[in-house]
């Protein structure tokens, strides 16, 4: 890893308080890779080697199971996620840049439980499994900061699985909308969208064909989208479709 690369890396708040000691250390012993979209930074089922740090682009954590044998018996038969016969899919998660994709497996030394997949092409800094091991084990202002780090990520899956419990696949789409809106409580909104519409159904929990049913039943609400943009007439209408209660 280059200099430049790690004081990038010591900016991210996981790194931000190491003393000069260990950053040499990293510096030593990790490195940076270019990964083009699409690429696969590990598999399901994988050892744990490295921490990846998203430097700059987008990566997913992508979740896959074997359809049932009656689902394989039937060429025609569809998922959820409208995939056709054989493997099942879902993306989990979406990181970006000064993230850290899954360091729970790390910390256990458990294979990862999920694919990372690169959405948009990125700069991923690698860090041997053992060092942050080690720093976890003699580092306490390290370890204070993964316990931050993963006490915040497990709030935000426990408020997905909330969704994905009491929210309509509209509503969760809506609420989605409303995390782009950088926390406004009312008025108008355009809204660049990071995703595209099949990697967005997938996030969601459904098809594109449902996405599309979707974004037709907020249009009546004042929400309209095209292509990579939406725009939302009345922000605080769209909250209270939703159910909106502000916890994040």
């Known amino acids: 890893m280059n200099h430049a690369d790690l004081m990038a890396l010591a900016k991210i708040p996981l790194f931000a308080d190491l003393p000069i000691a260990k950053l040499d250390e990293l510096e030593e012993k990790s490195f940076v890779q270019q990964q083009p979209s699409e690429a696969v930074l590990f598999e399901q089922g994988d050892s744990a080697r490295f921490l990846c740090v998203i430097l700059s682009g987008r990566v997913a954590l992508v979740g896959s199971s074997k359809a049932p044998a009656e689902d394989l018996q039937e060429e025609h038969t569809k998922d959820e996620a409208g995939c056709a016969g054989h ?19 790390i910390v256990l030394n458990l294979p990862y439980l999920m694919s990372a997949r690169v959405l948009e092409a990125a700069r991923i800094a690698l860090i041997p499994a053992d060092i942050i091991r080690d720093l976890l084990q003699d580092d306490a202002s390290f370890a204070r900061a993964t316990t931050v780090m993963l006490a915040k990520h497990w709030r935000l899956l426990s408020r997905q699985l909330k969704d994905q419990k009491l929210r309509s696949g509209t509503q969760r789409l809506g609420t989605y909308l409303l995390t782009l809106t950088e926390g406004r409580m009312s008025g108008p909104a355009d809204i660049a969208l990071p995703l595209d519409r099949r990697t967005m159904a997938s996030w969601l929990g459904m098809s594109v064909e449902n996405l599309s049913r979707s974004l037709a039943q907020l249009k009546p609400i004042g929400v309209t989208a095209n292509g990579r943009a939406a725009h939302i007439n009345d922000i605080a209408q769209v909250r209270a479709f939703c159910l909106e209660d502000g916890l994040r």
């Open 87 to 105: 493997d099942r899919e879902a993306i989990i998660e979406i990181f970006g840049p000064n993230e850290v994709v899954t360091i729970a497996a």
